[in-house]
C-alpha cells in the first residue's frame, strides 16, 4: 500500500431514507459515497478515517497521498483507511446537484443546510454498517480537521486517536472571505438563483471564487517568491492595461482548473457549512465540549496560514487541555500558507514524526 | 485653519489640450479639479501638497482631516494645502465617466491607461500655473503615497520634503486581489464592457470588489476583535444557511455604501495605476531612481497593514538611503491594517512628532 495506492473498495450507502439534519430539515433518499484502501481486519480495529476538505472526495489516494506514510496516524503495513465523499459535495454522495426526490429535479438552492455535526453523524451510520465500532484514527485539514474535532466530541467512545491539522472555528477575516466567495458565485448570472443546468454552470463566479479561496490558501511570502512583480509567464505586458501579472495569470487558471471539476452550489453549501463549524455550539461552555474527548488528540497548526492562523490553533489546543483533553500541538513551519499540508508532505510527515508531544 | 476648514478656492484646471501618457496614448482636453485650503503666500513657498489614494478627492479636510495637524507635514498656522484630484477618478478630474470629446460620449472602457507618473505630471502643470516653483511639503498613503515618492524622484528640485505611509510597490498578493477586485466588477452584468449608463453601475460588482479591498485595508486581529463570529447585528441568524456572520454584514454594508458614491470604470483605472507603480521603471535600476531624490523623505509602515507590509516599506527605505537619499522610516504600530493612517490619526501624529529620525 506503500505507493500509489487503488482503493480496494468503492462504494454507496444508504443513509436512512429519512436523515435529520441539525438546521431542523431532512435530507431524504441520500447516499454517501466511499473508499476503502487496504483491508479491515476481522476485529475491524485498524481503521483510519481520513476527512476531506472542501474539494476533496473519498478517494484519497488522489489528492493526499502523503496521509499513507504519516507517523502516529497510520501504519501503513497494518491499517486500512477509509474515505468518505461528504454531504453537499460533488464526487458522489448527496449534495445540491443530486435529484431531489420531492422534485425530480436537482436540488440546486434548495438544498438543505448541512453542518459538520451533520456529515460526522452520516459519517458513523456508516461505519456501523460496515462493522466498524472503533476508529483506530481519524486524522483531516481543514474543515476535514473540522470532521475530526467534531468525531472527537460527538463520538468519544468511537475515535482513538484524532489529527486535525491547519483548523480552528473561522475566524472573522475567514468568514468575510467566505461570504465574499459566495457573493461571487451569485453575482454570475450564470447562477440563475442555483438553479443553472448541470452544464451550464457559473463558470466565471466559480473561478473568481476559488481564486479567492486561493490567495486564502497561500501565503504572501510564497506569492512573493513565485510571482513577485513579474508579467504574466505568457508574455501578457501589464503596461498596456490589459495584460495581467504573472499572480494574475496564475489565479485565473486555479479558477478555471476549478469550475470544470466543481459544482457552484456545493462550493456555496460548503462553505457555509466551514463557516458555522462552532464545537461548542448546543454545550454550555466550549469547555463542556472539549471535556467529552477521549481520543489521543493532535492538532498542527501553519506557521504561514492565515486563514486559520496558528495562533487560532495553540487557542484551541490550550482549551482543549484546559477541559482535560489529552491534546498536543505541532507547528509545520512553511511558507506555503494553509495549503502546506497538502504542498509540503515531507515537512508534515516531519512534525508528526516522534510520538506524543504535549508541547 | 485647526477645525473643520473649508477651501478658499476649489478650481478646475485646463491641462494642455494634448496630455500625453506615460502608455503612449493621449488624453484630450482633460481637466484636475482641484482645492487649496489656506493662502498660498507671496513666495509660494508654504504649499503642502496632499495626494489621495484610490476614493480621496481634491477635497482633503473631507477624507483626512487629521492632515492639518501632522507634525514635521504641515505647520498649520502658516501652510496652504493643495488637494488636487486624480486623472481617472470620478470626483472632478478627468476620468472614465468624463465625456470623449472624440466621440461625445464617456470614454467608459476607452478610459486610456494612466500610470502615476502621469498624475504627478499633472500635477506640476497645475503647480505651474499656481505659481508654485517648489513643494514645502508633499505627504500621502498608499495610492497617495505613490504620488509623493514619484514627485520626488520625476521632480526633484521641486519637493522639499516628501512623506509617503503605508506604500511600496505592490507586492503579489496585492496585484492579485487587485486582480480579482477587477474580476468582481467585470463579472456583473451590468458592467456591460465598461459602456453602461451614469445611473446603471454594475453596483453588485463594484460592491463586491470594494468588500475585498476593505479586508486588505484592515486586520485579522481588527476583525476578531469588532465582529468575531458574531451573528450580524441586525439579527440575523447564519445558523438558518442564509443569515450573515456580523463581518458580512459590514462587508455589504461598505460595499453598498461605495457604490452611490464612485464609479466602476474608475476603480478599474485607478486599481491598475496602483497595480503599475513601479519607481524603478525606465530606469537602469531602482537606486539610479532613488539617486535623484532631493527630498528629506518619511516613510512611515503600518505594523498590521498586509497590503503594503512594513517589511516592504522598511526594504523601500533601505534602498532610498543606499541611493544616498536623505530617508527616515517609522512604524505605526496599530491593529487598524492598511487604514490606520485614516483611522489612527492620533498615532501617525504620535509617530511623526519629534522631528527627523533616520532610524
New interface residues.
Given amino acids: 500500500m506503500r505507493t500509489a495506492p487503488q482503493p480496494a473498495i468503492e462504494g454507496d450507502f444508504a443513509l436512512p431514507d429519512v436523515f435529520p439534519l441539525e ?1 431542523g430539515g431532512t435530507l431524504r433518499g441520500a447516499r454517501l459515497r466511499y473508499a476503502i484502501y487496504g483491508k479491515i481486519n476481522a476485529a475491524a480495529d485498524n481503521v483510519v478515517l481520513v476527512c476531506h476538505a472542501l474539494s476533496g472526495s473519498a478517494l484519497v489516494a488522489e489528492w493526499w497521498p502523503a496521509i499513507f506514510s504519516l507517523p502516529g496516524v497510520i501504519d501503513p503495513d497494518h491499517d486500512a483507511v477509509l474515505g468518505v465523499n461528504i454531504l453537499g459535495s460533488c464526487y458522489g454522495s448527496t449534495g445540491p446537484a443530486s435529484i431531489d426526490p420531492a422534485t425530480g429535479r436537482p436540488y440546486g438552492n434548495r438544498f ?2 448541512v453542518e459538520i455535526r451533520d456529515i460526522v453523524r452520516s459519517q458513523a451510520l456508516l461505519l456501523d454498517f460496515l462493522g466498524i465500532a472503533r476508529l483506530k484514527s481519524a486524522v483531516g485539514a481543514s474543515i476535514g480537521g473540522m470532521q475530526v474535532l467534531e468525531w472527537a466530541i460527538q463520538f468519544p467512545s468511537r475515535v482513538a486517536r484524532a489529527t486535525a491539522i491547519a483548523v480552528a ?5 475567514g ?3 467566505n ?2 466567495q459566495r ?2 458565485i451569485m ?3 450564470e447562477w440563475r438563483d442555483g438553479n443553472y443546468a448541470p452544464d451550464r454552470q457559473p463558470q ?2 466559480l473561478a ?1 471564487a476559488r ?2 479561496a486561493v ?1 486564502s490558501y497561500k501565503s ?1 511570502a510564497l ?2 517568491e ?4 513579474k508579467p504574466d509567464r505568457s508574455g501578457e505586458d ?4 490589459n495584460g ?5 495569470g ?3 487558471h486555479q479558477g478555471e482548473k476549478f469550475y470544470s471539476r466543481f459544482d457552484a452550489n456545493s462550493y456555496l453549501a460548503i462553505t ?1 457549512m466551514m ?2 463549524f ?1 464545537p461548542a455550539r448546543g454545550f454550555v461552555s466550549a469547555l463542556q465540549a472539549w471535556q467529552r474527548v477521549e481520543a489521543a488528540v493532535t492538532l498542527v497548526g501553519i506557521s504561514s496560514d ?1 486563514l486559520f ?1 496558528p495562533g487560532d490553533v495553540v487557542a484551541l489546543s490550550e482549551a482543549m487541555r484546559a477541559a482535560g483533553a489529552r491534546c498536543s500541538y505541532r507547528e509545520l513551519v512553511s511558507d506555503h500558507g494553509h495549503d502546506a499540508f497538502l504542498a509540503e508532505p515531507e515537512l508534515l510527515i516531519e512534525v508528526l514524526r516522534g510520538g506524543e508531544k504535549t508541547g
Same sequence: chains 1, 2.
Avoid: I, K
Fill in positions: 438546521s438543505p443546510l472555528p473561522l475566524n472573522a477575516m468568514l468575510g472571505l461570504h465574499l457573493q461571487a453575482l454570475d448570472p466565471r463566479g473568481l481564486a479567492l490567495c504572501e506569492f512573493e513565485r510571482f513577485g512583480r501589464p503596461w498596456t492595461g495581467r501579472f504573472d499572480v494574475a496564475y489565479l485565473d457555509r463557516d458555522l462552532d492565515w492562523p
